[in-house]
T-cell receptor, first 115, second 109 residues
Framework: DGGITQSPKYLFRKEGQNVTLSCEQN?????MYWYRQDPGQGLRLIYY???????QKGDIAEGYSVSREKKESFPLTVTSAQKNPTAFYLC??????????????FGDGTRLSIL | GQNIDQPTEMTATEGAIVQINCTYQ??????LFWYQQHAGEAPTFLSY??LDGLEEKGRFSSFLSRSKGYSYLLLKELQMKDSASYLC??????????WGAGTKLIIKP
């Protein structure tokens, strides 16, 4: 079955440490997204990529970095510059067809906490 | 600024009908999505409206009025498994999704 796989499910970060969240999709989707979800708030866009080797900052990109070397993969690195990283991180993908408004498909998320 | 408003929490009874409202103010409009999210899980797509009117899909229906900046999700014949958060998201002029904070729906027997 096609889908989006995020790993790990739970992740703990020590102060001053960078951590990388994995996102892999086998849906053959061109566009991929990273969101952050905090209690009582809507999903906030961190980064997105519409094509391999290209990505754009979202609303809250500071303290995060991404790469898109393969169509299937869009890893997110939470750097030590992100002072409040505790959140639920969601990866999504979609494919432009008849315009750009296709529903996004989500992975199961990674819950990141500070040690 | 861009804003999506939904009620924080609603309670309904098993077998009943519930309507979850969403109002929006965005820079441009290219459609509105509803997603369901169970606690600790990924959001799953429910419906998409871009034209005014009602879209029906089984027990779930979604309505849109672009002139009023308003949508609702109607859930009929509620089941316990419908207990979840329901997220409203608007596609703006750049086709970026602006998300509401979600409505937590509690179903009581």
């Amino acid at each position: 079955d096609g889908g989006i796989t995020q790993s790990p499910k739970y992740l703990f970060r020590k102060e001053g440490q960078n951590v990388t969240l994995s996102c892999e999709q086998n849906l053959n989707h061109d566009a991929m997204y990273w969101y952050r979800q905090d209690p009582g708030q809507g999903l906030r866009l961190i980064y997105y990529s519409q094509i391999v080797n290209d990505f754009q900052k979202g609303d809250i990109a500071e303290g995060y970095s991404v790469s898109r070397e393969k169509k299937e993969s869009f890893p997110l690195t939470v750097t030590s510059a992100q002072k409040n990283p505790t959140a639920f991180y969601l990866c999504a993908s979609s494919t432009p067809r008849d315009g750009f408004n296709q529903p996004q498909h989500f992975g199961d998320g990674t819950r990141l906490s500070i040690l | 600024g861009q804003n999506i408003d939904q009620p924080t929490e609603m309670t309904a009874t098993e077998g009943a009908i519930v309507q979850i409202n969403c109002t929006y103010q965005t820079s441009g409009f290219n459609g509105l999505f509803w997603y369901q999210q169970h606690a600790g899980e990924a959001p799953t797509f429910l419906s998409y409206n871009v034209l005014d009117g009602l879209e029906e899909k089984g027990r779930f229906s979604s309505f849109l009025s672009r002139s009023k900046g308003y949508s609702y999700l109607l859930l009929k014949e509620l089941q316990m498994k419908d207990s979840a958060s329901y997220l409203c998201a608007v596609s703006d002029s750049n086709y970026q999704l602006i998300w509401g904070a979600g409505t937590k729906l509690i179903i009581k027997p």
